[in-house]
């Protein structure tokens, strides 16, 4: 029970200090966590979620059927969002326990799919949006954050660049497989990953997970070449 | 033809952006010809704002000239450079779009819905709202974003803005955050600013919008901005004027504090 307390002070001490960091006020830290007792502080407390509801529902106040959803933080974005993407050591287990819960391999254990259509889902963008027809098929978007193959040279640098990433790893069944779940569910390796759920949230199927696990492990693909 | 020239223009600049021997000259060019009513087509959106500014309209057939952009009835001198702002007529925090809706409705009582209609202007169908935020920004040019967030409104607008940009959402859990909260990212060869402090990424951001975008060949304002980053969020289109599109307003153009306007600039 005194572990409980503790761990639930330092959260609120953590979140409290994120607010300090990112104030735009001009107070100092420890002025304004000695006002948090004394009043009402130059900044206002982070708004609550019951007031986060009001304003999102504002924003939304009408959505197309079957988006209702979109609107609604689960536990992991919650969580990931309250701590700026920095959760504390017992958040981030608890993240990463659940979310590795939700990922589902292959039944016959093969990973490895098609390299040429794993390279065309990296590429694509689409899927998703309001722009988008419903019908799109729905594209991983690699290249928007990653590097994978050399020859392209449009890549975004919000990842890790993944050249040479089978080749680098002596192309490794253990390693693909792992690959395909962190693809599949980043946050079980790393809490409050800024890369998407592609398979817990349903975005890509199986097999396109497959297929892009293939475009960076198949000895053939531009990423290893 | 001059939109192809500028798309070959703005495309030559990100190619030579790279390149330190070319950057300056380029960039200085850029900077000319934002201000050259002659070579930058957001002017057209300033001069067709001007005359809506002062056409009489609505039930009540008048003008928006005694709009109270927050300086004062028929003050466009710097009001862009502070705004948001709460107004207590409104008893609320508003952005420029927001308030010019204000206005509409309750001095001219003109019925926004066809306003509204046109929100985002598409070829052959001008915006009033792109018009008239394009002609105002203006008169802020060369000043800076000043605002002191002095009551309890406007903090909270902050709060809730910060809390909007870092809340994570939707199928690809996506937050303002996920692009724009590191120094020097870039998505595919797009440069990305980081928006989640203060300095000159933000202030460089917010200072160049309204915008024209050659790509879509139309004055763009912060709302529509906001609406396409929702849109690559995956979320639903965000309402237009809405509180809470306000709330980030104020985060993002706080962070800008002390930034410089220069506006309407041209983007890809």
Redesign the interface.
């Known amino acids: 029970m005194s572990l409980r307390s503790n761990v639930k002070g330092m959260s609120a001490a953590v979140r409290a200090a994120l607010v300090v960091m990112?104030s735009?006020?001009g107070v100092s830290g420890s002025l304004l966590l000695a006002q948090a007792d004394a009043g009402p502080a130059?900044?206002?407390?982070?708004?609550s979620h019951a007031?986060?509801d009001k304003?999102?529902h504002?924003?939304?106040?009408k959505?197309?059927p079957g988006?209702e959803s979109?609107?609604?933080?689960d536990q992991?974005?919650a969580v990931?969002?309250r701590y700026?993407?920095n959760p504390p050591a017992d958040e981030a287990n608890a993240i990463s326990e659940r979310e590795a819960a939700t990922v589902q391999r292959p039944t016959d254990g093969n990973v490895l799919g098609n390299w040429k259509e794993g390279e065309k889902i990296a590429s694509n963008g689409r899927g998703?949006?309001?722009?988008d027809p419903p019908d799109t098929a729905n594209g991983g978007n690699c290249?928007?954050?990653h590097q994978l193959a050399k020859s392209e040279?449009?890549?975004?640098?919000?990842g890790p660049s993944l050249a040479n990433y089978g080749k680098d790893r002596d192309y490794s069944p253990d390693l693909a497989k792992a690959a395909f779940a962190k693809i599949y569910n980043p946050h079980a390796a790393v809490a409050c990953s800024?890369m998407?759920?592609f398979g817990s949230?349903e975005?890509l199927t199986e097999q396109q997970i497959k297929d892009v696990v293939a475009f960076l492990f198949d000895r053939e693909s531009p990423v290893n070449k | 033809m001059l939109a192809v020239l500028l798309a070959s223009f703005a495309m030559a600049i990100s190619i030579h952006a790279d390149e330190a021997g070319n950057a300056s000259k380029e960039l200085e060019k850029y900077r000319d010809m934002i201000n050259d009513p002659m070579a930058n087509p957001g002017y057209l959106s300033v001069d067709r704002g001007e005359e809506l500014w002062r056409t009489s309209r609505g039930g009540k057939a008048v003008s928006l000239e005694t709009c109270d952009l927050g300086k004062g009835p028929g003050v466009l001198e710097g009001a862009f450079a502070e705004l948001p702002r709460y107004f207590s007529d409104a008893n609320k925090v508003m952005d420029l779009e927001q308030r010019l809706l204000w206005c509409m409705t309750t001095i001219q009582s003109l019925n926004i819905n066809e306003v509204l209609a046109r929100k985002f202007g598409a070829p052959g169908k001008s915006s009033d709202m792109e018009d008239l935020v394009a002609y105002i920004a203006n008169k802020s040019s060369g000043m800076s974003f000043h605002l002191p967030l002095t009551n309890d409104q406007e903090r909270q607008a902050f709060a809730i803005g910060q809390e909007l940009f870092f809340r994570r959402s939707s199928l690809l859990d996506f937050s303002c955050a996920t692009c724009h909260s590191e120094d020097g990212k870039r998505i595919r060869l797009q440069e990305l600013p980081n928006l989640s402090k203060t300095g000159e990424d933000t202030q460089r951001s917010m200072g160049s919008w309204p915008t024209y975008r050659v790509s879509q060949s139309q004055t763009r304002t912060m709302q529509n901005r906001l609406w396409d980053c929702y849109r690559q969020m995956r979320m639903p289109p965000p309402e237009y004027g809405s509180d809470g599109i306000t709330a980030l307003i104020t985060y993002l153009t706080k962070q800008a504090e002390g930034g410089v306007i220069n506006v309407p600039s041209i983007k890809r």
Do not use: D, H, I, K
């Open positions: 990112a735009p006020f130059a900044a206002p407390p982070p708004p007031e986060m304003v999102v504002g924003m939304w106040p959505v197309e988006w979109r609107l609604v933080q992991t974005q990931c969002s700026r993407n998703g949006q309001f722009s290249y928007a954050c040279l449009a890549y975004g640098t919000l800024n998407p759920r949230q975005f």
